[in-house]
């Protein structure tokens, strides 16, 4: 059966603006909500949502996951065989079963799809030695037709894929079609939702899920038909990203790329959340967690699988950061 995993990157701003919210914080509101596992973002020089990499807090978070019952998949960026190798540590020391990461560096994508075929084919030499296969994500970098053509050419059990539901339409690909490009290769999704703002107004807004264009229940009843092992719920709630170049055959203004034919509606479609950072933070964070309990609320309407999941309210995060208060914050260091 399908496991449903939680990002912690659609609890960003609780990391940043919930004094107490930590890593140990998430697990035990993943464990809370019903979640089988977690997605945790692993990236320097801080590591703030994984709350450091300092190997006695590692292995504390370790036996923390065992002893919630939870699993946990970790996440970086580049493909430079050094960087997989120093992750895939990390990944070893917290159990993860899988490292997921996108490509970086030079703006010329041929380059750079050249580049990863080679640094991927060697890093997955270090993923076998560790036992933990490496995810490539088709992220804001390249398309999922560019991401299948880098895993056909590797073509190990230890390169695999992770599909985002909504990513590649940044480039104009329809996301059942970046879907089937990569069926071969996936074995964990990012499970979000967005709208297309017209030209001019900001490209691509995420919004709680079920609420936007993407076909998500259509994506989600294909991979569990699928048996993907994982999907990884992200609220991307305010999260704003520009169209790239043209890579698909999407129309915008049509289908999953149809704008909004009247005002934006807030506080689910947010275009200002850095004016809203600087000036009142706490509030971010709120609505942050309001756009989580509404995309819970449709996924277990509409997702039959995922009934098991609990409703958050606003007492659920203020809670189980009192517990880790309580608990004296256990192994909450720093990098």
């Known amino acids: 059966m399908t496991k449903l995993f939680l990002h912690s990157y659609g609890l960003r701003f609780q990391y940043r603006h919930k004094p107490g919210f930590d890593v140990f914080a998430l697990v035990d509101l993943a464990a809370d909500l019903g979640f089988d596992g977690l997605n945790v973002s692993c990236f320097g020089p801080n590591y703030l949502e994984i709350s450091g990499i300092e190997p006695a807090h590692l292995r504390k978070l370790r036996a923390y996951l065992e002893k919630r019952g939870m699993l946990i998949d970790i996440e970086t960026a580049g493909t430079e065989p050094a960087h997989i190798e120093h992750v895939l540590g990390i990944g070893r020391e917290v159990g993860a079963g899988y490292l997921r990461t996108y490509t970086k560096g030079t703006p010329d994508r041929r380059l750079r799809v050249k580049e990863a075929k080679a640094n991927l084919s060697e890093a997955a030499l270090f993923a076998e030695r560790v036992g933990i296969p490496l995810l490539l994500e088709n992220h804001e970098d390249l398309a999922a037709s560019e991401v299948a053509g880098i895993l056909s050419h590797i073509d190990s059990p230890w390169v695999q894929g992770l599909f985002d539901y909504v990513n590649s339409m940044l480039f104009y690909e329809e996301p059942l079609t970046s879907l089937e490009l990569m069926r071969p290769w996936i074995r964990s999704a990012h499970l979000k939702d967005c709208i297309i703002l017209a030209p001019g107004q900001g490209g691509l807004l995420g919004v709680p899920i079920g609420t936007g264009k993407a076909p998500v ?9 699928w048996g993907v092992d994982r999907i990884c719920f992200e609220n991307t709630w305010a999260y704003q990203a520009a169209m790239r170049d043209r890579r698909g055959n999407a129309v915008l203004g049509e289908g999953s790329f149809a704008h909004p034919a009247r005002p934006l509606r807030e506080p689910g479609e947010y275009t200002h959340i850095d004016a809203l950072i ?41 809670g189980v950061v009192r517990r880790r208060e309580r608990a004296g914050k256990a192994g909450s260091s720093t990098a």
């Open 217 to 225: 229940a259509e994506i989600t009843s294909a991979l569990l038909n």
């Open 278 to 318: 600087e000036s009142t933070p706490q509030k971010a964070a709120e609505l942050e967690y309001w756009a989580l309990e509404q995309s819970l609320q449709w996924l277990k309407e509409q997702i039959t699988q995922f009934r098991r999941i609990h409703i958050p309210d606003p007492g659920d995060v203020s």
